[in-house]
């Protein structure tokens, strides 16, 4: 090897060092820190130096936090299941069928994807209210609608429009419904799309902060991101941060698992969703 | 066209049944599409709408239902004092206000101006084939997978004036000689609230120029190796018109998601004239200082800021929406 080729692959594989340190090395002092406790937290460490899972055990026996991260989950899956069930038959009609107005419509619901959430929040809390929903987490579900249902929509749009038209004529000419089409053809060809648009739906749905901020006042109602935002000390100096981090731990575990196993699908489901716009 | 004379009839009967059975298709299409835009309406057309009524009224957070038209006071406003005096009131007279929108333009411009740098970086590293990309790809995409709460409050803890491991290190390394109060000083909260969010959404970046790479014909590539363009060249004269296209999109989105930053300012830097952004001082005037109509006055103008820029953009790149005809 040549001096010069030997020094770019030194090169590469340092910047390939840095982008991997800079993206775990938050989550790995989240998780050094969870772990410490009392005068330990205080002390700034680079390598594990003891184990201690006093955090986590004060977090779950608290009662509250376990019930925050069902609350999530509830919020998370029956959005995610809604969303999918309204988006698979609006997708088939935006993908399959010409009609006028289509595009305009794709427009519309492009748009709102990017409706600003702070625009809604005056509105969605009056009707929340109307409908007696203070409070509950079906405001939560409902309420997310607004950026899981543009997406869904979207992405498996692009998804539906990439399959030949072949596959649809043959069930047509049988005088197949719209509907049976959808079942019998296009749900088992388009289920690994729709659990890559489920996934990140959840995503976004388990991240959200805002409408959980504003919607639900009591702890046992409250989901985990705006548990852990709020969780504080007496004075500056009395911030559990060790219970902080074990919270954060715990949520983020699962969603770091996800990234690991469906990384290809997330990675298409994410481009799909905006680059082929 | 289905009435040329010279038809037979079987022909003229199967045309018939497919006008009718594409008629019938377009009545489900809307059957289908029905539920969908009737949520949609629902959770966003309609409270944009109340959101736009409430900013022209009185109304107060207990007293939604007797809101009252009031026109554009909540926007701007001047009240004579009588004795040839006077002052100008409403949201377009607040220095707040504008200090929010400043926050925010300067935020948006800064961290997405970062995030596509850094985007590109680890774009062009990820599309080389070397062993361990899979790995690295997934490490990559970590921030993005980690809820913004907690990234913000990671960061909080690891920026700590007192025990945070950033000042230890940059003191270890002699970049400065005392530790520094991160998110509570103003000098250095922005920078703060900027760095959280690079660190979160690079990796968005960075899969969308991936993706606008991976288009990139590679015997471009070929030609252009075998030319002995050198690489800068190539990648300023061939590789960057060609990914502009994605790459812009990238950077609209990520300015739109940036202009309506909420979150990390809410909880590293609670409280601060020097990282009020829009959507922060919106809230605060609804729900903490009982201005319900004043904090819509700001929200709907948020909405009118992004709304324009997304027209814009639409405007400018004339997507082809159909999908069609390409």
Known sequence: ?????????????????????????????????????????????????VFDLSNYRSMLSDGVFGKQIV???????????????????????????RFRGRGLLLLTILSVSMFPQIAVLSGLFELVRAFGLFNSLWSLVFSYMIFTLPFTVWVLTTFMRALPVEIEEAAIMDGASSFTIIRRIFVPLLWPAMVTTGLLAFIQAWNEFLFALTFLSTDAQRTVPVAIAL????????????????????????LVVLVLIFQRRIVSGLTAGAVKG | MSA???????????????????????????LFLA???????????????????????????DLLGEARFIGWRNYLE?????????EWFGLLADSRWWRSVWNTVWFAIVSVSLETLFGLVIALVLHKKFPGRVWVQAAVLIPWAIPTI????????????????????????????????????????????????????????????LAGLQMVPRDMYEAARLDGVPPFRLFRRVTLPLIM??????????????????????????????????????????????????????????????ALITIGFIYATRMNLEGDER
Do not use: C
């Open chain 1, 71 to 97: 609350n999530s989950v509830f919020v998370a899956t029956v959005t995610v299941i809604i969303s999918l069930f309204l988006a698979i038959t609006a997708s088939f009609a935006l993908a399959r069928i």
């Open chain 2, 35 to 61: 539920p969908m835009l009737i949520v949609l309406a629902g959770v966003a057309l309609y409270p944009l709408y109340r959101t736009i009524w409430f900013s022209f009224t009185d109304a107060s957070l």
């Open chain 2, 245 to 306: 296209p994605a790459l812009l999109v990238a950077i609209v989105f990520r300015a739109l998601d940036a202009l309506r930053v909420f979150d990390i300012v809410y909880v590293m830097t609670p409280n601060t004239d020097a990282t009020r952004t829009m959507s922060v001082y919106a809230r605060e005037n609804l729900f903490d200082f009982d201005r319900f109509a004043y904090g819509s006055a700001a929200s709907t103008l948020l909405f009118f800021i992004i």
């Open chain 2, 150 to 209: 907690v990234s913000a409050r990671m960061w909080a803890w690891m920026l700590h004036d007192q025990f945070g491991i950033v000042n230890d290190m940059l003191q270890r390394i002699g970049l400065i000689d005392a530790p520094v109060a991160w998110t509570a000083s103003p000098e250095t909260a922005m920078i703060a609230v900027i760095m959280v969010d690079v660190w979160k959404t690079t990796p968005f970046m960075a899969l969308l120029i």
């Open chain 1, 1 to 49: 090897m040549t001096a010069p080729a030997w020094l770019k692959t030194t090169g590469f594989y340092t910047l390939v060092a840095i982008i991997v340190i800079q993206a775990l090395f938050p989550f790995y002092y989240a998780v050094l820190t969870s772990l410490e406790d009392g005068q330990a937290l205080f002390d700034v460490n680079y390598l594990p130096a």
């Open chain 2, 4 to 30: 040329a004379p010279d038809i037979s009839p079987a022909t003229a009967r199967a045309s018939a049944r497919t006008s009718r059975l594409s008629r019938e298709r377009i009545r489900s299409a809307w």
């Open chain 2, 78 to 86: 001047y009240v004579d004092y009588g004795n040839g005096d006077g």
């Open chain 1, 231 to 254: 969780i504080s000390g007496r004075s500056e100096f009395e911030v559990p941060w060790g219970n902080i981090m074990a919270a954060s731990v715990v949520v983020t575990l699962p």
